[in-house]
């Protein structure tokens, strides 16, 4: 079970902070990733971290203005946006999974999936 919070309206270039709690499973042995689904559009990769917090994956939207993080001790893990655009409007999910047959920008690598949060970006 994922629980998430830290979505809202916010205006361009604007910050936010998503996270992601996590329970039900040992949160430390997964890789973490955010996935995010605008209206009309099929879910997208969004950013991946390993268990120990290194290496982490982007996808090239959002490389240099996001950050996924991890915290083991609090089983959460968290996606800093800045300078937010309003192409990022999207319901955002974070999603846990430990087997990659197709990368970490894959969903089918991933078994569990937080209820979704969401996030707009108004222009």
């Known amino acids: 079970v994922q629980l998430q919070g830290g979505g809202g309206l916010v205006q361009a270039w604007d910050s936010l902070r998503l996270s992601c709690a996590a329970s039900?499973?040992?949160?430390?042995?997964?890789?973490m990733g955010w996935f995010r689904q605008a209206p009309g559009k099929e879910r997208e990769f969004v950013a991946a971290i390993s268990w120990s917090g290194y290496p982490t994956q982007y996808a090239d939207s959002v490389k240099g203005r996001f950050t996924i993080s991890r915290d083991n001790a609090k089983n959460t893990v968290y996606l800093q946006m800045n300078s937010l655009k309003h192409e990022d409007t999207a319901v955002y999910y974070c999603?846990?999974?430990?087997?990659?047959?197709?990368?970490?920008?894959?969903?089918?690598?991933?078994?569990?999936w937080g209820q979704g949060t969401l996030v707009t970006v108004s222009s």
């Open positions: 999603a846990a999974g430990r087997f990659f047959d197709y990368g970490l920008g894959s969903e089918s690598g991933y078994d569990d």
């Open positions: 039900g499973f040992n949160f430390s042995n997964y890789i």
